[in-house]
């Protein structure tokens, strides 16, 4: 008996949707998805989101209910960055609804959500550290603003300010990618990950399997 399924797509723009760039590209991994898969679409819903709908989200509660009416499975064409978003993760779990993250096939239901509350904790621990050290340095009579020119010990303690952010925020990555790996993610599979989610490595460039393996052994003692 072939699997019915409710293809859900999402696109950041108007213009984006009415293009279609972007769109071809999930509505061809979808395809490509439910081929391997045997599923039937019955129906595909597209949610086009802009600064102040993203909270709403119209078309993917239609989406969810119509998977409800048929009993059919929720394919989410690109799940990506909402992965992190708690709310939305949460919402799809209380819905009852089975669903897959068509660009995330490897991730099961409970690593998504351990994915998202990790996301949550990480944005708050970082909202407050940063209004911790601008309380801080207003406190030491730090102006905030354009910089004057920079003496060579200001550039020196710049280079270390970025090389420890760098620091950070692979430690923080380790935790997102660890998470991936040990939901059967492979290396090449988790650096695409990175790279769709626009996350860049120290020097600018693109994550590859190796710099993934990197990280992993790095932070992992």
Do not use: C
């Not at 490509?32 to 993203?54: H, L, M, N, P």
């Not at 050290?133 to 270390?160: C, D, F, H, N, Y």
């Amino acid at each position: 008996m072939t699997t019915k399924a409710i293809a859900y797509f999402r696109v950041s723009r108007e213009k984006q949707a009415q293009s279609g760039l972007g769109l071809e590209a999930q509505a061809a991994a979808v395809t490509a998805f439910v081929q391997q898969r045997g599923y039937d679409v019955v129906a595909e819903y597209t949610e086009v989101e802009t600064g102040t709908s993203r909270k709403r989200r119209i078309a993917i509660h239609r989406a969810i209910e119509h998977a409800k009416r048929e009993g059919a499975v929720l394919l989410i064409a690109k799940l990506d960055r909402l992965s992190r978003n708690l709310h939305f993760v949460s919402g799809l779990m209380e819905s009852g609804v089975r669903f897959t993250a068509v660009d995330m096939p490897e991730a099961n239901h409970l690593s998504i959500q351990i994915m998202a509350v990790m996301a949550e904790q990480e944005a708050r621990a970082i909202s407050t550290r940063t209004r911790e050290a601008l309380t801080a340095a207003k406190a030491r009579g730090v102006k905030l603003g354009s910089p004057k020119p920079m003496t060579e010990m200001v550039r020196a303690k710049g280079r270390e300010a970025v090389s420890q952010a760098f620091r950070e925020a692979y430690r923080r990555e380790y935790g997102y990618i660890s998470l991936m790996r040990k939901s059967g993610m492979s290396l090449r599979a988790i650096a695409a990950r990175l790279n769709q989610e626009g996350l860049r490595t120290r020097s600018g460039s693109e994550w590859t399997a190796v710099q993934v393996s990197r990280i992993l052994n790095k932070f992992a003692a």
